[in-house]
């Protein structure tokens, strides 16, 4: 199940500066999480001060992506 960055991302760049596969990556208005890329490891969702990534399935449930 991949990794999203909802909304409320205010491009800290955590999530960029711990993804070991090269995933996380900085947009225009939010960071977001390149799905061919991602290996799953979580390592962005840990990093995130702001506790904004999750995994897909959740984002519906609090928060859109």
């Known amino acids: 199940m991949p990794y ?3 909304k409320e991302c205010n ?3 955590a999530c960029v500066a711990g993804c070991e596969s ?3 990556q900085q ?3 939010k960071n977001t999480i390149d ?3 991602c290996i799953e490891c979580g ?5 995130c001060p702001f506790q904004v990534i999750v995994f897909e399935e959740e984002a519906g449930t609090w928060a859109a992506p």
């Open 4 to 6: 999203v960055v909802t």
């Open 11 to 13: 491009q800290c760049d």
């Open 22 to 24: 090269g995933a996380a």
């Open 27 to 29: 947009g225009p208005d």
């Open 35 to 37: 799905i061919t890329l």
């Open 43 to 47: 390592i962005c969702a840990a990093n």
